[in-house]
Every structure is written in C-alpha cells, then in structure tokens.
C-alpha cells in the first residue's frame, strides 16, 4: 500500500505565497509522474502542474509563472511553491504520483487526503 501526505496549505492574503509537501510511502519500487491538483468549491478538480521522471514539468495557464513544481526523488516528495496568490486559487489541493510496487509489473495511481488553501484578506 501506498500512502501520499500533504501539508503546508493554510490561510494567506492576496499577493502571499504557500510551500505545499506531499511525501509518498510505502511499497515502492518506483515514482514515475508526481503532481498536484486543486478542487474549488463548487467546480470540478482540475490539474495544477505535474513533474515527470525525466524532469518534465507541466502547469496549468491559470497558474504558469506563480507556482512553480519540484521533487525530491530521495526523499519521494512533491513540492509546489505558490507566489502571487489569488482568491481563485482557493481550493483543497490534492497530491498524485503514479507508481510502481513491489511485487507487480503494473503502476498505480495514488491520491492524498487534500489540503486546503484559502486565500483572503
């Protein structure tokens, strides 16, 4: 089983800047795509920005040049560094990663829990 765990959402102002975490755990072999997505209220979730194995990053028009995605593959950790913070970006982010277990030639896909970000002054 695989466990993924975020934190570092919270309550900012407009203009403000939030450093979210997602550590993945447990029977893992490899972490092939990692990322993050947001559901606001009221809408469907919808992508923030991904990072591959190979380094390729992918963002969302809505967030490109204020949030920038990285990893740790040490440390299988997903971060997304948030600037400029807007009031749309109030969402429950959730982390992914698709991954390889031990002890099968297939990748899963995992989710964590969500974390909320709310921005408002």
């Known amino acids: 089983q695989v466990q993924l765990v975020e934190s570092g959402g919270g309550l900012v102002q407009p203009g403000g800047s939030l450093r979210l975490s997602c550590v993945a755990s447990g029977s893992i072999i490899s972490i092939y795509t990692m990322g993050w997505y947001r559901r606001a209220p009221g809408k469907l979730r919808e992508l923030v920005a991904t990072?591959?194995?190979?380094?390729?990053?992918n963002y969302a028009d809505s967030v490109k040049g204020r949030f920038t995605i990285s990893r740790d593959n040490a440390k299988n950790t997903v971060y997304l560094q948030m600037n400029s913070l807007k009031p749309e970006d109030t969402a429950v982010y959730f982390c992914?990663?698709?991954?390889?277990?031990?002890?099968?030639?297939?990748?899963?896909?995992?989710w964590g829990q969500g974390t909320q970000v709310t921005i408002s002054s």
């Open positions: 990072f591959n194995s190979v380094g390729i990053t």
């Open positions: 992914c990663a698709r991954v390889k277990l031990a002890a099968s030639p297939n990748t899963y896909d995992y």
